[in-house]
T-cell receptor
């Protein structure tokens, strides 16, 4: 069965430091992978996605993620974190028919705190 | 990207009552989805709603508890029936666009007393 694991429940980084949020997935075929961010009291916003091609994908707000098939991972990175990045981050895999995105399976989320 | 609105944004309800949540999209979409996010938890898909057909429910969710309507290509409702405190959650509507991306509404925060 398809699944997504985010091993880190809570991460704290200093403003200006680099960030890496881990995501591992279990899926039989080439997955469609996503990162979403949920700020307090806000809805979910799509940061970036991977469908195929270049395994390093760029997203909004300076985020990037790298798909590594051999490790079944899709880790999210940012070189320099801003205080406004404090939020909860969800990794998701598209698990519909033929790997489509009509059904998303979400990880449990990583709550990011940013220290001044 | 689609713009999605939900009503109500939040509500506090009594046990045993029902609440209908509305989802409106600013463009026509084939597929609409309803998710639940329980306190401190991740999102779980409740059902997929296509216009003109019965909603498709995920394991653990049934039509009697979560009836869904999809009268046209821009609107859907989810009803949470015979509520109990365990139904306290954020309920989110989402749509699927031609770029294979899902966009989410702001959510409805439901508290059941």
């Amino acid at each position: 069965a398809q699944s997504v694991t985010q091993p880190d429940i809570h991460i704290t980084v200093s403003e200006g430091a680099s960030l890496e949020l881990r995501c591992n997935y279990s899926y039989g075929a080439t997955p469609y992978l996503f990162w979403y961010v949920q700020s307090p009291g806000q809805g979910l916003q799509l940061l970036l996605k991977y469908f195929s091609g270049d395994t390093l994908v760029q997203g909004i707000k300076g985020f990037e993620a790298e798909f590594k098939r051999s490790q079944s991972s899709f880790n999210l990175r940012k070189p320099s974190v801003h205080w406004s990045d404090a939020a909860e981050y969800f990794c998701a895999v598209g698990a519909g028919y033929g790997g489509a995105t009509n059904k998303l399976i979400f990880g449990t989320g990583t709550l990011l705190a940013v220290q001044p | 990207s689609a713009v999605i609105s939900q009503k109500p944004s939040r509500d506090i309800c009594q046990r045993g009552t029902s609440l209908t949540i509305q989802c409106q999209v600013d463009s026509q979409v084939t597929m609409m989805f309803w998710y639940r996010q329980q306190p401190g938890q991740s999102l779980t898909l409740i059902a997929t709603a296509n216009q003109g057909s019965e909603a498709t429910y995920e394991s653990g969710f049934v039509i009697d508890k979560f009836p869904i309507s999809r009268p046209n290509l821009t609107f859907s409702t989810l009803t949470v029936s015979n509520m109990s405190p365990e139904d306290s959650s954020i309920y989110l509507c989402s749509v699927h666009d031609r770029n294979n991306e899902q966009f989410f509404g702001p959510g409805t925060r439901l508290t059941v007393l």
